[in-house]
């Protein structure tokens, strides 16, 4: 299982937010014991950095008994409530504020993790006095897939967009159920291997862009190299989306990863490779048109879970490699492997 120490270096990448070297050594000093710790961390770090930055602020609509008119009069309303008689009605109107559904998700999120018992005391109590510092009168929305996904359409970026995809693995660490008290209980993510397929392969990528020059990094669609009769048969071909792709003038790598527990499974009492994974790459290499003079290769890359491996093979005349990267290694060596994969 990935050291929690790790885990950080990993998420910062996936999530295309490299720390700040005083953010970095903050969190290098702390001990964490489940990754929930660290996720809080991360969140109550990021916020105070956010709040001196100052809140978001947009546009919300309310609705209101006024004496005055404002925005848009409600006029069957304020009838029904013999309002007028009075010197009153029922107007809607915007106003600028800090209730966005971001700072809402916030707030929420960190009121929720300020209230669990999986955490520490000192770091909950840390928690509490950062809540004191937003603005009164601000509403928290718990954390919920509705409210995530409204967030989301809104696409923040920067900084919130970091502590969006906290909150989110917040939620996604909530069991379904909270505990007798009515607070939430935590799992720890790193057992979700859909979850970790996915932090896996964008904490990948996102790390060659950001270490290495040599390569322009993407995620592509790769079309089938056939013909048919008719456009709907086209439609029927499954999609072939590779997971990273790293291209030079001279050199173009299609690099898979795969998050299981081994690169390597057990069949008719023999470790074979994965067939599925291979096949996969074998297609992808026959179907990917190259630019004159550029060396197309393969690359499957697993954690080192259970057992390492590093083996080569040619394939419909296309180098390819299996190899594994050893997660729990100091962070330096992880960066190091990676980056010797593609010298």
């Given amino acids: 299982m990935i050291p929690i120490q790790n885990l950080y270096y990993l998420l910062c990448y996936a999530w295309n937010r ?25 969140l109550l770090i990021g916020t105070r950095r956010l709040l001196r930055q100052g809140l978001a602020v947009a546009y919300a609509e309310r609705e209101e008994e006024l004496a005055e008119l404002r925005g848009r009069v409600q006029l069957a309303p304020s009838l029904s409530r013999d309002l ?50 937003f603005p009164v009168g601000l509403l928290p929305l718990p954390l919920s897939s509705e409210l995530l996904r409204t967030v989301h359409r809104l696409r923040p970026t920067g900084l919130p967009g ?59 669609t790769i079309h089938w190299q056939v013909t048919t009769t008719t456009p709907e048969a086209l439609n029927l071909l499954p999609a072939m989306i590779t997971d990273t ?57 697993y954690p080192a879970a259970e057992q390492a491996l590093d083996v080569r093979y040619t394939l419909g005349g296309y180098p390819v490699r299996i190899v594994t990267v050893d997660l729990a290694q100091p962070w330096r060596n992880i960066a190091t492997a990676l980056l010797e994969l593609i010298a």
């Fill in 18 to 42: 490299l720390p700040e070297q005083q953010e970095l050594l903050a969190t290098e000093a702390e001990t964490f014991h489940r990754p929930l710790e660290l996720l809080a961390h991360v």
């Fill in 162 to 220: 970091f502590l969006l995809n906290v909150c989110e693995l917040v939620y996604h660490s909530a069991l379904p159920e909270p505990d007798t008290s009515g607070r939430l209980r935590f799992r720890d993510f790193r057992r979700d291997e859909q979850l970790m397929a996915r932090l896996f392969e964008q904490f990948v990528r996102n790390f060659y862009r950001s270490e290495q020059q040599q390569f322009h990094v993407s995620s592509e």
């Fill in 245 to 301: 792709t790293l291209e030079a003038p001279h050199r173009k790598i299609i690099l898979d990863t795969k998050y299981y527990k081994a690169a390597l499974r057990l069949r008719y009492d023999q470790q074979k490779l994965i067939s599925p994974h291979l096949y996969q790459l074998y297609a992808y290499l026959q179907n990917q048109p190259t630019a004159p003079g550029q060396a197309l290769e393969g690359i499957l890359l």
């Fill in 84 to 133: 007028l008689r009075r010197g009153r009605a029922l107007c809607v109107y915007d106003e600028l504020g800090f209730q966005t559904p971001f700072n809402q998700l916030l707030l929420g999120t960190l009121q929720q993790l300020s209230r669990s018992r999986a955490l520490p005391s000192a770091l909950r109590h840390e928690l509490k006095l950062l809540l004191r510092r």
